[in-house]
C-alpha cells in the first residue's frame, strides 16, 4: 500500500537529549512536510523541501533540523535547543508543484520530553 | 490565502447526510477549496477540492457557489466514523510549496 509512514508512534525522551523522528513516503511525491500539533491547537510548519537536497524554514524552525538526501525520506531532529519540544509531529507530502494543495498526512509521532 | 469562515461543531445523525458549510468571501480567482477532515489523534486527511464546478469522490461532496464566496462539504451517509474536525481551506493549487493554514475547523459529531 503506497502511503506515509512515521515512526515511533510514542516517543518518550529526557530534556536535553537530541531526538530524531522518522517519515518515510512511497507515493514518489516531491514535496514533503513536518507540522507540529499542540493541544487544542492548528498545525504549524516546521520545515518543508520541494526535492531533494534542498529543504526550506517553515513558521517555526528553531530547535529543529532535518535533511531530504533522498526523494521518500524527511527525517526531523529536535535538538535540545527546543523549548517546549512536547507535542504531536506530522509529516506530509505533496505530489507535485501542480497539486500543492493535496497534502497526505503520516499517522503522526507523539513526542514527550520530561 | 483567503480566510475562511466555519461554525464550531455541529451534529449529525447517522445514516443522514452531513452538510459541512464554509464561508470564503475574499477568495481570490485562481484559489481553490480544499477540505481536510482530522480524526482524534490522527494526522489530517485529504477529501476533496474543487475551484468552481461541484466535485464529488468516493469520500464526499463538494458543492461552490456561483460567485464562489461559500462553499459545503456534503457527506452522503455519516457514519460514526465520520466523527472528526473537518477544516476548509482556501489557497492556490500551484505555486512553491508551502503550509496549508488549518483554522479552527467544525467539529463534526455524528451520532446513533
Known amino acids: 500500500d503506497g502511503g506515509i509512514t512515521q515512526s515511533p508512534k510514542y516517543l518518550f525522551r529526557k530534556e536535553g537529549q537530541n531526538v530524531t523522528l522518522s517519515c518515510e513516503q512511497n507515493l514518489n511525491h516531491d514535496a514533503m512536510y513536518w507540522y507540529r500539533q499542540d493541544p487544542g ?22 530547535g529543529y533540523s532535518v ?18 519540544p512536547t507535542a504531536f509531529y506530522l509529516c506530509a507530502s505533496s505530489p507535485g508543484p501542480d497539486r500543492l494543495g493535496e497534502q497526505y498526512f503520516g499517522p503522526g509521532t507523539r513526542l514527550t520530553v520530561t | ?8 461543531s455541529m451534529d449529525c445523525a447517522e445514516g443522514r ?21 482530522q480524526i482524534h489523534s490522527q494526522g489530517p486527511q485529504y477529501i476533496i477540492h474543487g475551484l468552481k464546478n461541484n466535485e464529488t469522490n468516493e469520500m464526499a461532496s463538494l458543492i461552490i457557489t456561483e460567485d464562489r464566496k461559500s462553499s459545503t462539504l456534503i457527506l452522503p451517509h455519516a457514519t460514526l466514523r465520520d466523527t472528526a474536525v473537518y477544516y476548509c481551506i482556501v489557497r492556490v493549487r500551484t505555486g512553491t510549496a508551502s503550509k496549508l493554514t488549518f483554522g479552527t475547523g467544525t467539529r463534526l459529531q455524528v451520532t446513533l
Not at chain 1, 535538538?79 to 517546549?84: F, G, I, L, P, Y
Not at chain 2, 447526510?17 to 481553490?32: D, K, M, R, V
Open chain 1, 67 to 84: 535533511s531530504r538526501e533522498k526523494k521518500e525520506s524527511f527525517p526531523l531532529t529536535v535538538t535540545s535547543a527546543q523549548k517546549n
Open chain 2, 1 to 8: 490565502d483567503a480566510k475562511t469562515t466555519q461554525p464550531p
Open chain 1, 41 to 62: 491547537q492548528g498545525l504549524r510548519l516546521i520545515y518543508y523541501s520541494q526535492i531533494v537536497n534542498d529543504f526550506q524554514k517553515g513558521d517555526i524552525a528553531e
Open chain 2, 17 to 37: 447526510a452531513a452538510n459541512l458549510p464554509c464561508n470564503h468571501s475574499t477568495i481570490s480567482g485562481n484559489e481553490y477549496v480544499y477540505w481536510y477532515r
